[in-house]
């Protein structure tokens, strides 16, 4: 099983500011099948990014991921107040199965 | 628009079974994976399980938290995957979400959830 170990646990920062989501895997996953994902209270998760660093439909482009091997970020460029949420990275491949990362908390400062 | 909706969540007593359902409309649901997540009250998101489209066989992959208690099976005429759950424990409590995947796009498409209770 690849474990996915996202950094911070919470991140505290004022709209207007960048930040920086790191999700760091056990062994090296298939850049094709990382995935970053936003959730809000009561919702479902969101898919943002797939295949590490393409926006999934409707994704303002103040969003973007990059990485490769076992090293993965989502930078927001400009945080806007909606984008206070929690942070999923998840592999999603078929072998070795998929596993999600245990989340980052983005909060308002 | 395109969406999938789980249904058949509830309570149910530790050792029980409880079957969910997961349908798909405005996609082109045969050609999709579809996995199986879940959240249990307050933490993250736990990928249970997949089953693959036709082409690939209807191949079923299990986390091994459930592997042997929960079967995944599909009617692609319906549009639908099914989740049956055995042997239900309270550690199962959650809400359970189905994703549709393509290798193209990514798991893009998400369910609302459907809340499972498992308590005596």
């Known amino acids: 099983e690849i474990v996915l170990t996202q950094s911070p646990g919470t991140l505290s920062l004022s709209p207007g500011e960048r930040a920086t989501l790191s999700c760091r895997a056990s062994?090296?996953?298939?850049?094709?099948?990382l995935g970053w994902y936003q959730q809000k209270p009561g919702q479902a998760p969101r898919l943002l990014i797939f295949?590490?660093?393409s926006r999934a439909t409707g994704i303002p482009d103040r969003f973007s991921g990059s990485g490769s091997g076992t090293d993965f970020t989502l930078t927001i460029s400009r945080l806007e107040p909606e984008d206070f949420a929690v942070y999923y990275c998840q592999q999603y491949g078929n072998s070795p199965p998929s596993t999600f990362g245990q989340g980052t908390k983005l909060e308002i400062k | 628009e395109a969406q999938l909706v789980e249904s058949g969540g509830g309570l149910v007593q530790p050792g029980g079974s409880l079957r969910l359902s997961c349908a798909g409309s405005g996609f082109t649901f045969s050609d999709r994976y579809i996995d199986w997540v879940r959240q249990a009250p307050g933490k993250g998101l736990e990928w249970v399980g997949r089953?693959?489209?036709?082409?690939?066989?209807?191949?079923?992959q299990y986390a091994a938290s459930v592997e042997g208690r929960f079967t995944f099976s599909r009617d692609d005429s319906r549009n639908s995957v099914y989740l049956q759950m055995n042997s239900l424990k309270t550690e199962d409590t959650a809400v359970y979400y189905c994703t549709g995947l393509l290798w193209a796009t990514g798991p893009n498409y998400w369910g609302q959830g459907t809340l499972v209770t498992v308590s005596p």
């Open positions: 089953i693959r489209n036709k082409a690939n066989g209807y191949f079923t």
């Open positions: 295949g590490a660093s």
């Open positions: 062994q090296s996953v298939t850049s094709t099948y």
